[in-house]
């Protein structure tokens, strides 16, 4: 006799609970990028969505349980934005004929004017990015546990250039991982230019602060001039000039 195709009950009740759980995350990514995690306020998220704030805590156990899931996912959607990335990026024709150590250069600059352009493209997600690395503590020890693995995966996704760099020789040998974050976190300060670029743009633009940057620690880490400039040049041609 053929198995039923009607869904049980108890599948469609997980699905409507799991279809209400994204969309409490959802609006938490918008109301903390907004907002800021301490103003972030779990009255006022469930007012925006029409819920009482009890019903909040049958699907999440505290505030920072709320925030933390937020960031976990953030994370996670970066390192999937920097995977389809570079799939495009080196997907050009023009780097068709390019030697592949100016390719593997190439990729890195572009990596650095994803995460220098990221409050552009992804508003949301780098304001939370931002968050998340805050010294300010937002999360208890156990929260921010959970975090861990995303943030590795995130780590390791941005390391694979790096590895990659290295073993064309386009870079000197040297841990990827451990240049992956000492780049990310430079990126990451100059981004914090921004408000101050308002007020003296020629002196704070933080995609030239941050692109010189990046070619200077690509230099340091053993780039040599001519595949370096001629990365820098494909950059400035398909990406446009910071």
Same mark, same amino acid.
């Given at each position: 006799?053929? +198995?039923?195709?009607?869904? /049980? ?6 699905? $409507? ?13 918008? @109301?903390? !990028? ?12 469930a007012k925006d969505l029409d819920y ?10 505290? $505030?920072? @349980?709320?925030? !933390? ?7 996670? /959607? ?24 100016? #390719? ?16 552009? +493209? ?7 990015? !931002?968050?998340? =690395?805050?010294?300010? =503590? ?11 693995? #995303?943030?590795?995966?995130? #780590?390791r996704a941005a390391a694979a250039g ?7 020789? @386009?870079?000197?040998? %040297?841990?990827?991982?451990?240049r992956a974050v000492q780049y990310w ?9 921004? $408000? ?22 690509? %230099?340091?880490? %053993? !780039? ?8 820098? +040049?494909? =950059? ?7």
């Open positions: 006799m053929a +198995t039923s195709a009607v869904p /049980r009950s108890s599948d469609r009740i997980e699905r $409507k609970r799991q279809s209400r759980r994204d969309r409490i995350v959802e609006a938490a990514i918008e @109301a903390i !990028a907004e907002h800021g995690p301490a103003e972030f306020s779990l009255n006022q998220l009482t704030p009890g019903a909040l805590y049958w699907y999440f156990a505290s $505030k920072e @349980a709320l925030v !933390a899931e937020a960031q976990r996912i953030v994370l996670a /959607r970066l390192s999937e934005h920097l995977a389809r990335e570079r799939d495009r990026w080196l997907a050009a024709p023009a780097l068709a004929d390019e030697p592949r150590d100016v #390719v593997a250069l190439y990729f890195l600059l572009r990596q650095a004017l994803f995460h220098l352009r990221l409050d552009r +493209t992804h508003r949301a997600e780098a304001r939370m990015l !931002a968050f998340s =690395v805050d010294p300010r =503590v937002w999360l208890d020890a156990e929260q921010s546990r959970l975090l861990a693995p #995303v943030l590795t995966e995130l #780590v790096f590895a990659e760099a290295i073993t064309l020789g @386009a870079l000197d040998a %040297g841990d990827p991982g451990r976190a430079n990126n990451q300060g100059t981004v914090q230019l921004t $408000k101050l670029a308002r007020f003296a743009p020629d002196l704070f633009s933080p995609e030239e602060l941050g692109m010189d940057s990046a070619r200077a620690l690509l %230099g340091g880490w %053993g !780039a040599r001039p001519e595949p370096l400039a001629r990365a820098v +040049t494909l =950059v400035a041609g398909l990406a446009g000039s910071p």
